[in-house]
C-alpha cells in the first residue's frame, strides 16, 4: 500500500496483516469531510484486493476517534438544493455501506469520543474496541437535524427501542460502558490501549479460516441488509431536509457561536 503524506487527513498503514485507517484531521478532533469518504473507499478497496491484509481496523489520531461531520461544511451544504444535499449525503453513505458489508472483519478502536457520523462508522465496524471514559453520541438534534451514516439503522437494529430513543431524542453523550452493557461494544479497555487491544484482536483473526470468517460476515450480514439500505434511503431524505430548514440555520449557528440554541 502506497504511503500517504503525514498531513493526510486519512492515513493508511500495514500493521502486519491488519490494514490500519487512521483518521487525521487534529485540530477537529477528526471531524469528517467529503473528500475523506473518497480516501477511505479507496483504502478499502486496496485492502480487499491485498491478499495478505486480513482485516481493517479503523481509528483516530490524537487520542479522539471522531467528532461527525465537520459544521464548517454542514453550513455550506444548507445554501444547496435540496438533491444537491442528499447526493454529498450519499457520498457518506457510499463509505458506510462498504464498511458495513466489507467481506473483512472491520474493528473500531474508540479513544475519548465517537460523535455523529463518527458514531455509524464505528457502529458499521464488526467488532468495537473502546477505551474507559470514552462515550459515543448522536447530537443531531441539537443542530436541528436527523441521523445520517446510518445512524438510525444502527440505533434501530442494534439496540433496544428506548435506549435508542434516549440517545437520539437527547443527543448526550453515553458512556462506552453504556453500549458494553447493551452487549455493542466489544472490549472497554484502559486509556490509551484501544488501538493495542484492537490489533490483538486483529491479530488473533489474522491466525484464523479467512474464507470461513468471511462466509461468516456475510451470514450476519443478510438479514438486516435490505432494511439497513431502505433506512439510508430515508435518512438521506430526511437529513437533505432537515439541513435546509430553519431548526437547522439555528442548531448550526448555535454549535458555531457556541451558544444553546433557540428552537421554536
Do not use: W
Amino acid at each position: 500500500m502506497t504511503q500517504p503524506a503525514a498531513n493526510a487527513s486519512v492515513l493508511a498503514h500495514n500493521h502486519g496483516p491488519t490494514c490500519v485507517l487512521t483518521l487525521n484531521r487534529l485540530d477537529k478532533r477528526n471531524a469528517l469531510e467529503t473528500a475523506m469518504y473518497v480516501q477511505m473507499e479507496a483504502y478499502l478497496d486496496a485492502a480487499l484486493a491485498d491478499p495478505a491484509i486480513a482485516n481493517v481496523v479503523l481509528t483516530g489520531a490524537g487520542n479522539f476517534f471522531c467528532s461527525g461531520g465537520d459544521l464548517d461544511s454542514l453550513a455550506t451544504r444548507a445554501a444547496l438544493p435540496t438533491q444537491e444535499r442528499a447526493a454529498l449525503i450519499e457520498r457518506l453513505h457510499s463509505l458506510v455501506r462498504k464498511l458495513k458489508f466489507f467481506p473483512k472483519p472491520v474493528i473500531a478502536a474508540i479513544e475519548g469520543g465517537a460523535a455523529g457520523a463518527g458514531a455509524s462508522l464505528a457502529f458499521a465496524a464488526d467488532l468495537i474496541v473502546a477505551a474507559q471514559g470514552s462515550y459515543i453520541s448522536m447530537a443531531y438534534v441539537k443542530a436541528g437535524l436527523v441521523p445520517d451514516g446510518g445512524g438510525s439503522a444502527f440505533l434501530a437494529l442494534t439496540l433496544p427501542h428506548q435506549l435508542a430513543a434516549e440517545i437520539a431524542l437527547f443527543g448526550g453523550r453515553l458512556p462506552v460502558e453504556r453500549f458494553a452493557a447493551a452487549g455493542v461494544v466489544n472490549r472497554v479497555v484502559e486509556q490509551g490501549t484501544a488501538l493495542e487491544a484492537a490489533l490483538e484482536l486483529a491479530q488473533e483473526l489474522a491466525a484464523g479460516p479467512r474464507e470461513s470468517q468471511a462466509a461468516i460476515l456475510e451470514l450476519l450480514d443478510g438479514p438486516g441488509r435490505e432494511l439497513f439500505e431502505r433506512q439510508l434511503e430515508r435518512e438521506k431524505q430526511l437529513m437533505a431536509q432537515a439541513l435546509g430548514g430553519a431548526e437547522a440555520a439555528e442548531g448550526i449557528a448555535a454549535f458555531k457561536g457556541k451558544r444553546a440554541p433557540r428552537f421554536g
